[in-house]
Every structure is written in C-alpha cells, then in structure tokens.
C-alpha cells in the first residue's frame, strides 16, 4: 500500500463550488505540506504543518484553507473554486523529527483538479 | 530564500547518449540538494539526494549527481539513456540553517528520449 495517498485522484468542478482534497499518511512523520504544480512552474508551496496545532501559510495561500485533523491527515479546501484553480495538486511529508532528518519529503500520487 | 534555476526547460536526447540536466542553487551555506523525477501521471519521486557526504552522489537507474560548491551546482547525469528515462525532473534544496523544512524546486526539465 502506498505510504502518502490523496483523494480523489481526478475532480471536476464548477465556479464557485467548496472543494476539499485529502490527503493521509502511514510514514508516521510530523511534517506535511500541500503544493500545486502548473505547466512550466513546478511546485509552489501552498501550507505547510508542522504537527496538528501548527498551521503556516506558503508563498500561494490566497484562496485555500487547511485543516490538519490528525497527525496522519492534512485536508486542502478551496472555499469557492475558479478556473485559474485548475492545477495538479500533490501532499507530501517529512519527518523533521529523525535523528539524522534530511528534509526529504515523500509525495503521494497528486490530485488533478480542473475548475470550468 | 533559497532558489533553484534549472536550465533547459526542455531535453531530448537519443537513447543511450549521455543525459545532462543542469541545476543551480544560490545559497549562503551548502544546502541539503535533491533530484526528483516525475513518470507521466504519477506523484514526484525521489532519485538522489546531497546531504553533505560524498559530492558524488548516485541514484536510481543509474542516476548520478555532483556537488560543486564552488559552481553552486548540482548537475544530473546518466551515462546511456533509456526510453523509460522519458519523464520530468526536477531539483529542488533544502535551506539546512532553518526549522521549517521546506524544499523550494526547480520549474522542471522535461527529458525525452528518441530511439
């Protein structure tokens, strides 16, 4: 079984509606992350947790929202989606707490979210 | 913040050439460096990484990088691509003096390979 798994997989949504992507680790690390990557752009951060009380925003935040339930779970939501939404998004996590912790980060599958 | 410049946002090579995709970071002191490869509709995964030990490091499928400091580089090579090498990578560094952990990327370099 994968170690980083989201869901769903493929979305398609309209203008305007709530959205949440999912996402869930069995790696048992404290750090997780939820990046889009647009065509030419690569990966742009969006959140960031470093453990269930503690929530950052990255350098794209407007327009999302978080919620870290669970020490294996990081939920991404657009409150109301717009087409320039429209974008691969992937989780990933680290394990910042390692002894010998190398910031590598461990990414699920992705989520393809198209807004029309 | 750290940056990451990948040069060439395309490559194409024909199978069993030398791949070199070029990475450069800019840095006040020697990040922790990844390469990433993405197979078409999958997630990122991981295909080597620096973490201060040897400046050669060596990955998988055959995947190599080297750390030069004084370049503030960390190019990816492969001897003799392969057809399944068809896919983007990217680099991204890790900024070791802080606490938060995040990794900035590359736009990506998309490889492919002709037969």
């Known amino acids: 079984d994968a170690d980083v798994t989201q869901t769903p997989r493929n979305r398609i949504t309209k203008t305007g509606k709530r959205i949440m992507l999912e996402c869930s680790q069995t790696?048992?690390?404290?750090?997780m992350y939820w990046y889009r990557q647009d065509p030419g752009l690569g990966l742009r951060l969006i959140y960031y947790?470093?453990?269930?009380?503690?929530?950052n925003k990255g350098e794209i935040s407007d327009g999302y929202s978080v919620s870290r339930q669970a020490q294996a779970k990081f939920s991404l939501s657009l409150e109301s989606a717009i087409p320039n939404q429209t974008a691969l998004y992937f989780c990933?996590?680290?394990?910042?707490?390692?002894?010998?912790?190398?910031?590598?980060?461990?990414f699920g599958p992705g989520t393809r979210l198209t807004v029309l | 913040a750290q940056s990451v410049t990948q040069l060439g946002s395309h490559v194409s090579v024909s199978e069993g050439a030398l791949v070199l995709l070029r990475c450069n970071y800019s840095?006040?002191?020697?990040?922790?460096l990844f390469w990433y490869v993405q197979y078409p509709n999958q997630g990122l995964q991981l295909l080597l990484k620096?973490?201060?030990?040897?400046?050669l490091v060596k990955g998988i499928n055959g995947f190599e990088a080297e750390f030069k400091k004084s370049e503030t580089s960390f190019h990816l090579t492969k001897p003799s691509a392969h057809m399944s090498d068809a896919a983007e990578y990217f680099c991204?560094?890790?900024?070791?003096?802080?606490?938060?952990?995040?990794?900035?990327f590359g736009r990506g370099t998309q490889l492919t390979v002709w037969p």
């Open positions: 990933a996590t680290s394990d910042r707490l390692a002894v010998l912790s190398t910031d590598t980060q461990y």
């Open positions: 790696k048992g690390h404290d750090r």
């Open positions: 947790s470093f453990d269930v009380k503690d929530i």
């Open positions: 840095s006040s002191v020697p990040p922790y």
């Open positions: 620096y973490t201060s030990a040897a400046t």
């Open positions: 991204a560094v890790s900024d070791r003096g802080s606490t938060l952990g995040r990794l900035y």
